[in-house]
């Protein structure tokens, strides 16, 4: 394939071209957030856009790269700020880099083994995801946090305990500070 040049708008998080278009509702995260009456009534109420993902698409062969970014809207479910799914890579052993474009948010990382992590991310942070680690994005701000990533083309994602259990913590605000607090569904897996 010939090399190429896209362009990515830092603000808006809008790729251009771009094939690979999604778009993400409440109703995509049904037993998601924890507060499962916050989430039908929001459901109900117009079921609110929570993140679009621009991604470039090219061959996923190895040794390809893919682009992608992600505008996660502001707001919350409960007192639980919005975040994305969250993914290992169904190709464990494949890293990935998120780099913050706008916004502020936190990025928060576990392992199968039971490591967590926890990174703040505003404009300018560069967060490196090794293999292994699951990855979800949360929106901490007032504003639409958008964040760019780069990650191996034949990686692909493994949503599944994350879309039952979530991860070991939960960003909710209390007092209204963003804060971790642990996850009551977990330990039901
Ligand atoms: C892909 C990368 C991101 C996410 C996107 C949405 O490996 O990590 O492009 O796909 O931020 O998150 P999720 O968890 O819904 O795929
Ligand atoms: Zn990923």
Redesign the pocket.
Known sequence: MSPFAITLDFQRGVLEPCNNF?Q?HLSDMRGMYLDAAATEKATKKGDPLL?E?Y?YDIPFETGQL?V???V?QSGKVGDEYYM????F?EKEDTA?V?LGLQGRGCLLLETAGGDFEALPVKPGTLTY?PPYWA???VNTGEENFV?F?V?PAD?G?N?GD?EKTGFAKVLVAKDGQPTLVPNPKRGKR
């Open positions: 999604v993400r993140y993902v991604q893919l992608v970014t992600t996660l994305t799914k969250g993914h890579h990935e998120y995801i990855h979800r994005m964040f990533g990650y990686a994602h949503y994350i």
